[in-house]
């Protein structure tokens, strides 16, 4: 009995589940803002298989309130909200901080950068990218804001109405895109951004204002009936891979026991991990079914690594560009720079 009950304590403390809660820590319920509309894919993931693990991680001493975009403070103001007590937490795309520093976008999405998202996180954990998160939100905050983590859980497919084979075929082609680093992408590559609402690009691929659209994952335009209208969709995708961050206030997280802090580490690293998963696994069924149906019309366009590598690099004159003038963004892009040469991803 007491060799099971060491073995199971062994177990708990190399997990950081278990045993994390002193009988003596108050439970509390952190209200946590999403960059999700409820219901959607990710937001649902969230609910449905994650909320109740962090509860038994902790042993009922932490729970999350999950709330949608929006519902407390508007999406881009969440870090402010947090360091103020309004929020607990965040679970939300670190691009909508971008204008106020230019680290938050290159940071949110390294447009082009990253294969796949395991990669991306990889780097948030293991190249320096959550400690640089860290000392942005310090400088932004005044020190307010705990990043727990960050990481990728999809990259998105590039929905197209005409065949784009290969980066060469991107030349003149009109591209629904956000302003910013995306569209400086494209247009470096040849291609021709267009700035509108997300609610507008269906419309826009439809009536050909737009040859294509950077927009969401393969199973979201499925689900939105983009390929109704765009029956060329880049899959894997070859641009956009947000990021997806976890802060809580820092004074609360402070205040956690090491045991506790590690529980939730811990429940953060595997929920970014099986929503990775569950993506991949959700797009792939919706690419074979399409690929199986053959009224569909849908051509499924997948890009070889030469090109991919091409447009990579193409890439990465824009990622350095537009890092001038914030030393946050510099640190941000020299390490994503050296991270991809020590992975290969990129030549020195």
């Not at 983590?149 to 009109?174: F, P, R």
């Not at 690929?291 to 690099?313: C, E, H, M, N, Y």
Request: glycine share 8%; hydrophobic share 45%.
């Amino acid at each position: 009995m007491k060799l099971r009950t060491l073995f199971s304590a062994g177990m708990a403390l190399a997990f950081g589940i278990g045993l994390a809660a002193p009988a003596s820590a108050q439970p509390q319920t952190w209200k946590v803002q999403t960059s999700m509309v409820a219901g959607d894919s990710y937001y649902t993931m969230l609910q449905d298989h994650w909320l109740d693990r962090l509860a038994a991680m902790t042993n009922g001493q932490i729970k999350i309130e999950l709330t949608p975009i929006g519902s407390v403070v508007p999406h881009t103001e969440t870090m402010n909200a947090i360091g103020q007590g309004i929020l607990q937490g965040d679970f939300t795309s670190t691009t909508y901080f971008a204008g106020r520093d230019k680290v938050f976008a290159l940071m949110g999405d390294l447009i082009a950068g990253y294969d796949t998202p395991m990669q991306l996180t990889m780097f948030c954990y293991h190249g320096g990218g959550r400690e640089i998160l860290q000392e942005a939100f310090d400088r932004y905050t005044g020190g307010t804001v705990q990043v727990v983590g960050c990481g990728a859980v999809a990259k998105e497919a590039l929905v197209s109405k005409v065949h784009i084979k290969g980066l060469a075929e991107l030349k003149g082609k009109k591209i629904r895109s956000p302003e910013g680093l995306a569209a400086e992408v494209f247009r470096r590559a040849g291609a021709s951004p267009v700035a509108m609402p997300p609610s507008e690009t269906y419309t826009a691929l439809d009536k050909g204002v737009v040859d294509a659209a950077d927009n969401s994952s393969y199973t979201m335009d499925k689900s939105s009936g983009m390929h109704k209208v765009a029956k060329f969709p880049i899959y894997p995708g070859i641009h956009s891979m947000p990021i997806i961050q976890f802060t809580v206030n820092k004074a609360i997280w402070n205040k956690l026991s090491p045991e506790l802090k590690k529980a939730v580490d811990a429940w953060y690293i595997a929920a970014i991990y099986d929503m990775t998963m569950r993506n991949e696994l959700q797009d792939r069924l919706n690419v074979a079914a399409d690929l199986a149906d053959k009224s569909s019309g849908i051509t499924i366009v997948d890009w070889s690594q030469p090109d991919r590598d091409a447009f990579r690099a193409i890439a990465a004159g824009a990622w350095k560009d537009f890092a001038e003038g914030s030393v946050l963004a510099k640190k941000a892009y020299d390490a994503n720079i050296a991270f991809m040469q020590k992975m290969g991803l990129l030549a020195k």
